[in-house]
Structures are given as C-alpha cells and as structure tokens.
C-alpha cells in the first residue's frame, strides 16, 4: 500500500503512515467513519424505500394524467373527485380514455389474530388497457363478486397463502362483514401505508367499502391520444375543468409530487431526512476528532518539516491523504454490513429496502466530501507548528 | 556586506510588545566564513538560539540586517525564506524524527523538500548517509525502536543528505556518546573543508570545542567574546 501510494503522490505516504502507525486508533476511525456510513446508509435505505413505496401503486397503472381532488395529497390519500369530471375530460381534444380510480385502506385480521392492512384499488376492470401489462391479463377475473388480486410481498401474510394462490388455489378471507377471495397474485410490495396492495373491481370495492359512492372516485386516470403531448392536454383540461379542487396533472409529476411531500412535508420523509444529516454531522465529527488529534499529536514533526522548508500544501496535502484514507477504509466495511442489515431489513418488515449503485456511489462522495470537510478544518491546528520553537 | 554566508549587521532582535517587550539579542554583526565550523556559546537566556533561529529563517528579522545565502533577510518574503531553508539543514537537540516514518524515510525526507524525485536514487542516498553514521543495520528502524543517539544520527543523517549550504545545529551531540559526537562533530568538520558547507552550532559539549574553528560567547544578548581558532 505504502509504495502504491509513494508511486500516487510522487512522495513518501505520510498521512497513510501516520495513520497506520497507530493501529488500534486507526481502527478506531475507520470504525467511527464505517458507523457514519452505516447510519447514512440506513436512513437513505429506509427513505429509499419510503420513497419506493409511496410511488409502487403507480407502477401499477398505464395512464398518462391523473385527475384528484385538491383534498388528498398523494395518490393514497382519502381524497374525493366527482365522477362527472371524467365525462368532462372525455370531452377534451387529445383524451382517448378515462376510468375512476377507488382507493381505499382494507384492515383484516388472519386466523393466527395478526392484523394486516391492504391497500385497495377498485378499477374498472373493463378497461384493463389503464393497468400494467402484467396485471391487465387478470383483470378479466375479478368480474366475479367480491374477488381480489393479493400482492405477493403482503407483509405478514403466510407464505404458503402466496404459494397457493400462485397454484390458483383461491384464499377467501372476512374483512368488514364482507368475504372477499383472493384469486390471484401480483407483485408490489408492503410499504409503509399498508402491508400489502389489492386490487379488485370497483363494484367489489363499493361493496367492500360501503361509504363509498361511485359518483366520487378518489382519482379520474386519463389516457391520452398518440402523438399528442401529455402537458398539452393537461393544460387543455385545465381549461375546459372547473378550477376549484381539482389538480389535473401528468402521472410523472404526480409521482414526483407524491415523492416531494412525503419527504418534505410528512414527518416520515423529514425523520429520515433527518437521520442523513445527522449521520454526516456524526462522521464530520469523528473525521475531525481523528484528524485535528493526529495533527496535534505531530506538531513537532510538522514544526521540524516546516524547518526544512516544506510549504503549506505539503500539510494540506498530509490532512487531505488522511481524510480520503479514513473515507475509503470506513466506507468500504460500512457499504457491506449496510447491506446485511438491509437484507435483514427487507426480510423482516418486506420493505423494499435496495443498496443502488446510485446510492453507493452518492454516499462514498459525500463521504469524501465530508471527510476533506472536516480535514480542512483541522488543518487550521497546522498554524500552531511553529519551527522556531524547535530549538 | 562581505560574500560571507552568513552576516549580520546591527542585528537586535524583541520579544513581546508594549511593557512585555524584552530584548533578546544586541547589536550583533558577524560574518561567518564558507566552510567554517562556528560554535555559539553562553548560558541560557544569552541569545543564541535566538540568533540561531533568525539565521535560520525561522523567525522574522525585525531589526538590523541578517543576510543568508546572498538574500536580505529583514523584508524577505515567505517564499524567499521558504526557499531559503531548503538550502539549509536543521539538526536539533530533540531529534523531532517522524515516529511513522523508518530510518531510510525519515532521511529521505530531506531530499524531498526538494521536489519529485527518483525514489530508488533517494533511498540510495539515504542508506549512504545512514551508514556513514554507523547506522546501516537500523535503516528499516522505526524512531521507537532507536536509542537516544541512534536518533540523533538518523537526524543528522537527515540534515545532512541534501547536501545543505549551511547547517543549523542546536545540541547536536547532546544525546551522543564520546565516540558518536565526534564521529559526526568530524562529519560536519570534513564537509566544510570538503564542499563548503558551513556549520553554525550552539553547545555546551566541552569535547568538541577543540574542533571548531571559530567560538562566539554571548551573554545577555551581546557578544562577549569571539575567538577565531
């Protein structure tokens, strides 16, 4: 390591040696460094998969604009639109299809008493051109009363119900005072509004929902013609619609706009926010300990270099070679028990908690980053190795 | 001035400001001889390491001219002095070794204030340095795992490897036994009549007075005597 690094710098490895010289210290900060990441990489997990799981519905639908009311602030919320809206966005130049949306929040209890909550979206089962590719093909099956697609990765829902339905063995289950059967499968993941998604018909979904009306959808989704742009029509149904409570927007913004209040303006989003701020607070200040300590301890050796007619940008560039040093070794063993504990995170609560490369890469620069940060910090000790007080 | 080295002319020198300013040094003109060994003697408080450090350029020349190498120093700026040390060698009492750092690196890092340069030529340089001073099995030596004058010579191993034109040495024997502190007071002695580099050293080691060739006293910040041998 010694030599690659003589071979990097053109120069003896000082930082890299002083560093190392000390080796349970050395340990020591690269395990401060390594629980930084960790701490990192577990609040940008958790709101990875925050993030995931507030957009994972609209993976499910093939629309292009989406129609809601002012009141719901993402696509789950509780928020109502007249269905009378559709047959006005119908009318719009540019609009070739509409269909009501119904979402709902499905509490059930299994026979061993635990409790699940489904996500539930009743669809016009009719047009199964407004969902994705994989689940259009199944649609046809929940004409049937009180029938249900089961997400897959419903979290609490025993394994062998998942594998049966897989089978086409048919899962029937109370909820409400209504029975409803699960006839198949489709695959989202548990997030952190629900355990699990659903999807039936919303003839089933007002049954199973009977304060529900299908005058009052929560979400009008429109499909647009070929070769017209989606912000055209928006703005054409911008202008034919009643302003009043109404939000017409593109199915990309209405995600990003999800993705935006959920961060910023639920407490989930700002906890976790949080969380990255203080884990980069918690390893400036480990960088910097370490750093403004090992130039302290070497004040003398710094003094007897400055003697000898070393400039400046030599130290800096000693702090500089520690601090990437500390941000290399510490990000390495905290990307890997990072993504352990992911591992075990996902298994335990079927979060979809996923180390991206986008993510890696984001936290070792910020880790650099922070680390150089707080090394130009200690360097200011620098000034206090003053060589004529070597003699 | 003279082509001297080193000279000083009406050289004081101040420590503090207002009614905690002392003076340090008075009214000192020297020029000190290419190639000469030049010991500055006098008890603590005298002012020699004083002059020492401001010959050095370790400290900013305020009054009087110190003139180092051809340069003024009293106004020079930072790169000028920075420039300076370089062509300088620095041996000091505590030895200030890295304790990271070998032997042979802590040696080479007197050749690389000047710049990239050949590895494998600075590390030959180095062990050569090294073994003169009998150091030749303790190269890979951490400071941790050297005796006292073992220190000192990879130290002086250290000033001296970049063939400096001047050498600053405070106690430089201090930590030495009889034999190795004339083995290297010798060193410096030949390397002046050999290359020129001259030797300015302050100590109290009565063994080597006999082989300076110039002994300058202080007292009380004044010379008080000045004995060409």
């Known amino acids: 390591m010694s030599r690659l690094l003589t071979l990097l710098f053109g120069r003896l490895p000082i930082g890299w040696l002083q560093l190392t010289h000390s080796r349970g210290r050395f340990f020591a900060a690269v395990a401060g460094v390594a629980f930084a990441n960790l701490l990192v990489f577990m609040q940008l997990g958790i709101m990875g998969a925050l993030n995931g799981s507030t957009v994972a519905p609209y993976a499910m639908l093939n629309a292009d604009i989406i129609l809601s009311s002012e009141d719901g602030n993402t696509l789950t919320d509780d928020g109502h639109i007249a269905r009378a809206r559709m047959y006005q966005a119908l009318g719009v130049a540019g609009v070739i299809d509409a269909t009501p949306l119904f979402v709902g929040n499905l509490p059930f209890t299994l026979e061993d008493g635990s409790a699940v909550s489904l996500l539930s979206f009743g669809v016009d089962v009719t047009k199964p051109q407004f969902s994705t590719p994989a689940i259009a093909p199944k649609l046809g099956q929940l004409t049937l009363e009180s029938t249900a697609l089961l997400d897959e990765g419903t979290r609490g829902m025993p394994a062998e119900v998942i594998d049966d339905l897989m089978d086409g063995v048919r899962f029937e289950f109370e909820t409400g005072g209504n029975t409803l059967t699960a006839i198949g499968t489709m695959e989202v993941g548990g997030g952190f509004l629900a355990d699990g998604m659903m999807i039936m018909s919303d003839q089933t979904f007002l049954r199973v929902f009977p304060s529900r009306t299908s005058g009052a959808p929560n979400h009008i989704l429109v499909r647009t013609a070929d070769g017209v742009a989606v912000e055209t029509v928006v703005a054409r149904l911008k202008d034919a619609l009643p302003s009043g409570n109404l939000r017409i927007q593109s199915m990309e913004a209405s995600a990003a706009n999800d993705l935006a209040y959920m961060a910023t303006e639920r407490p989930t989003g700002i906890i976790f926010g949080f969380g990255v701020f203080m884990g980069i607070l918690v390893g400036l200040v480990i960088v910097y300990q370490v750093l403004s300590t090992d130039v302290a301890d070497h004040l003398r050796e710094y003094a007897t270099f400055k003697a000898m007619g070393y400039g400046q940008p030599f130290f800096l560039g000693i702090v500089f070679e520690e601090a990437i040093v500390l941000a290399v070794f510490g990000f390495i063993p905290g990307f890997f028990v990072s993504m352990g504990l992911y591992a075990g995170l996902v298994s335990v609560t079927g979060l979809p908690v996923e180390m991206d490369a986008s993510r890696a890469i984001l936290v070792f620069l910020g880790t650099l980053a922070a680390c150089s940060l707080s090394g130009a910090i200690a360097t200011r000790r620098l000034a206090n190795a003053d060589p004529a007080e070597l003699f | ?229």
């Open chain 2, 1 to 229: 001035m003279s082509d001297a080295p080193i000279t000083t002319r009406n050289l004081d020198h101040f420590f503090g400001t207002g009614d905690a300013r002392k003076q340090a040094i008075f009214d000192i003109n020297l020029d000190i001889a290419r190639g000469s060994l030049t010991i500055l003697m006098g008890p603590s408080g005298s002012g020699k390491t004083t002059l020492l450090t401001l010959i050095g350029c370790l400290r900013d020349v305020k009054d009087g001219q110190v003139r180092v190498l051809g340069h003024e120093l009293n106004g020079a700026s930072e790169a000028v002095l920075v420039g300076l040390r370089r062509r300088l060698g620095f041996i000091f009492q505590a030895h200030n070794l890295h304790e990271s750092l070998t032997a042979t690196q802590n040696v080479t890092m007197g050749l690389q204030v000047h710049g990239r340069g050949d590895a494998v030529k600075q590390r030959k340089a180095a062990h050569h340095v090294l073994d003169l001073l009998g150091l030749a099995d303790r190269r890979d030596y951490l400071p941790g795992n050297l005796s006292g004058g073992q220190k000192q010579r990879v130290a002086v191993a250290r000033a001296l490897v970049s063939n400096p034109e001047i050498i600053l040495a405070d106690e430089p024997t201090a930590a030495l036994d009889k034999e190795s502190g004339h083995t290297v007071v010798q060193m410096l002695k030949s390397l002046g009549k050999a290359r020129g580099i001259t030797t300015v050293m302050v100590t109290h080691d009565p063994r080597i007075l006999e082989m300076a060739d110039r002994i300058i006293t202080l007292e009380d910040g004044r010379i008080i005597s000045d004995e060409l041998k």
